[in-house]
């Protein structure tokens, strides 16, 4: 005969929806080279005057 015995806990239900997960912001040095990738694209829209690239905003 075993001396000590435990007893097994479940673990708790969840009640309710799950939290939406929050996004992270993004890093102040990703911000800048965006900020850099987007000017180049422009100008070499104007030089090319060929296909149109839209990027869509970024969500805050």
């Keep these: ?8 806990i479940s673990p708790p239900v969840r009640r309710g929806p799950i939290a939406p997960i929050e996004q992270k912001q993004r890093g102040v040095i990703v911000q800048i080279l965006d900020r850099f990738v987007e000017a ?6 104007k030089d090319d005057k060929g296909v149109i690239v839209h990027r869509d905003p970024a969500p805050k």
């Design 1 to 8: 005969m075993p001396a000590v015995s435990f007893e097994k």
């Design 40 to 45: 180049r694209v422009k100008r070499a829209q």
